[in-house]
């Protein structure tokens, strides 16, 4: 009995492992998808990046609201225009960064395809004081 016990704990310890793992593996794909995307889309150069958020995802963003948020990105200047995106899956996943530019902090969130493979839509964040 205690054999079994002991073999059933480790199996939750490996199961817990696996997911921490994979959920590293996860955001750090995220972020290197905002960091390319705010190179590329976003021309932003100089960035020190400063904090970002858990990776987490989301069902309640509408393809309507993806559209206002892409076309609000492109008349804050915060994406070039014609800035390019994958295309939306029902489930979105999204990290927010606090970075600055110069003396500059903002920060913004960045929307991705259930799968990671890109940025989907970009928002800015007011900036809270830590």
């Known amino acids: 009995m205690r054999r079994l016990t002991t073999l ?4 939750c310890m490996a199961l817990a492992t696996m997911a921490t793992v994979s959920s590293c593996g996860e955001a750090y794909t995220a972020k290197s998808h905002a960091k390319e995307f705010m190179e ?3 021309a932003q150069a100089g960035v020190d990046y400063i904090t970002w958020s ?5 069902k309640h963003l509408t393809d309507s609201a993806l559209q206002v948020m892409r076309a609000t990105a492109v008349k804050a200047r915060l994406v070039k225009p014609g800035a390019t995106y994958q295309r939306p899956t029902a489930k979105l996943n999204f990290i927010s ?23 989907v839509g970009v928002k800015a964040n ?3 004081k830590p």
């Open 126 to 128: 007011p900036v809270v």
């Open 54 to 58: 858990e990776l987490d995802s989301t």
């Open 97 to 119: 960064l606090r970075y600055a530019i110069d003396k500059d902090t903002l920060m913004a969130t960045f929307y991705l395809d259930d799968k990671l493979t890109g940025i």
């Open 40 to 42: 590329g889309q976003m």
């Open 8 to 11: 059933a704990l480790g199996a």
